[in-house]
């Protein structure tokens, strides 16, 4: 049914994979009449207003991309980061709402002053998780061993400490274990596919609503076109570590030893801004390399994709039915390339293994296998009747005041 115009307030942290999952949900509730006011740091606030959204920018403490290794190498040097970010913007996201008051919060799981604001304003709030989420049993199965570590280092004790400080201060005491404002929400849309969810039949439906992949191709900077001179028959190969892991000269050469000079095989293949294009010696004709490509566009029309396994573009290999060979540099990617080799759509390749001969024979075997090809397409339909992002405006417009 119809909605009136309703004013939504978006809150998100300065990351890739937390911005843009969401940016096509964000498009359509604009579309759609709404108001939707996006807090984000600057850096993001071209591709909120590309959606049709009002950005509402404020200051990030969290690294750059410019600077990955300032996130460090331990769980709790990440979960310090984001806590301290949370604390410190919480009182610039209260001022750049004042007197605006939404009638409803739509928040990313690592927008930690959104479910505190939602509660003080008295408004509905709706998580848009962009990443696997808690199943039933999971703290007992999963976040045990990972809560008794932290809870074992001064460090961890601290940290707890400090939010379970923070969230009595606004108002959220009852809130005694801080893990659960965001791995438990009252209401969540999960904007993967239920195939990338480990136990996805022990999730409770009643919270967590999978649309499958949100992003927003139209925000994208350009579109890709196979090239006219490319014989018939030619497969298309993307390459494509993402946007941090990309410091990897030696990853990117063994990519171009693999398949260099094949003529049945055109490489399109992204190596950031960390890799300088000198580092990698004479490119092949039979290679397009850039520090970015619209990646998206260009899978639509690939037939294998080698990929760091991050969640974007799992799903993204999974919306367009592309078989995958996964090379993970790090956090949940390992996870992701498990899930992706066991549902029969992609190889998990190990770091230290992923050498030309191993990656030409990965790629080869996925794409010769109709076995593959077959469980692709099978996933692929799967996933776009999840809805995406017109199912997911239709169930926060189910939320919104009458």
Not at 9 to 20: D, L
Not at 58 to 65: C, E, I, N, V, Y
Not at 113 to 136: F, K, N
Not at 313 to 332: F, H, K, R
């Amino acid at each position: 049914m119809p909605h009136h115009p309703s004013h939504i307030a978006m809150f998100s942290v300065a990351a890739h994979g937390h911005v843009r999952p969401n940016l096509g949900v964000i498009r359509e509730l604009v579309e759609r009449g709404h108001r939707v006011a996006y807090a984000v740091p600057p850096a993001f606030a071209d591709l909120v207003a590309a959606t049709g959204a009002e950005p509402r920018p404020w200051t990030t403490t969290l690294p750059t991309d410019e600077s990955p290794q300032a996130w460090g190498a331990e769980l709790i040097d990440h979960l310090e980061l984001f806590l301290d970010d949370g604390i410190q913007a919480l009182p610039q996201l209260t001022a750049a709402y004042e007197g605006d008051t939404p009638d409803l919060v739509l928040h990313d799981t690592a927008a930690y002053p959104a479910p505190l604001l939602a509660h003080r304003w008295g408004v509905p709030a709706i998580q848009l998780t962009p990443h696997m989420v808690a199943w039933e049993g999971y703290e007992e199965e999963a976040g045990a061993a990972i809560r008794a570590q932290l809870l074992g280092t001064e460090r961890g004790r601290a940290y707890y400490a400090r939010f379970r400080t923070w969230l009595a201060d606004n108002g959220m005491a009852a809130l005694t274990d801080p893990d659960r404002l965001a791995s438990r929400p009252g209401r969540a849309l999960v904007l993967i596919p239920r195939a990338m969810q480990p136990n996805a039949d022990r999730v409770d439906d009643s919270v967590f609503t999978f649309v499958g992949s949100c992003g927003d191709d139209r925000s994208a900077a350009g579109d890709w076109r196979r090239p006219a001179d490319l014989a018939p028959g030619t497969k298309v190969l993307v390459v494509s570590l993402g946007s941090v892991f990309t410091d990897s000269p030696d990853f990117y050469r063994a990519y171009i030893e693999a398949f260099g000079g094949l003529t049945d095989w055109y490489v399109v293949m992204q190596t950031g801004k960390f890799t300088d294009q000198s580092q990698l010696g004479e490119i092949p004709g039979n290679f397009a390399v850039s520090d970015w490509i619209p990646q998206p566009a260009v899978l639509r029309q690939a037939d294998a994709f080698i990929t760091h396994a991050g969640m974007g573009g799992s799903q993204e290999g999974l919306v367009n039915g592309v078989p995958m060979v996964c090379v993970p540099q790090a956090a949940d990617q390992f996870m992701n390339a498990d899930t992706l080799q066991a549902l029969g759509v992609a190889r998990h390749l190990p770091k230290e293994e992923a050498i030309a001969g191993a990656l030409r024979d990965a790629v080869l075997a996925l794409v010769g296998d109709p076995e593959v090809a077959a469980t692709a397409e099978r996933i692929r339909r799967e996933t776009a009747n999840e809805g995406g992002s017109r199912r997911a405006a239709d169930l926060i417009e189910a939320q919104l005041p009458v």
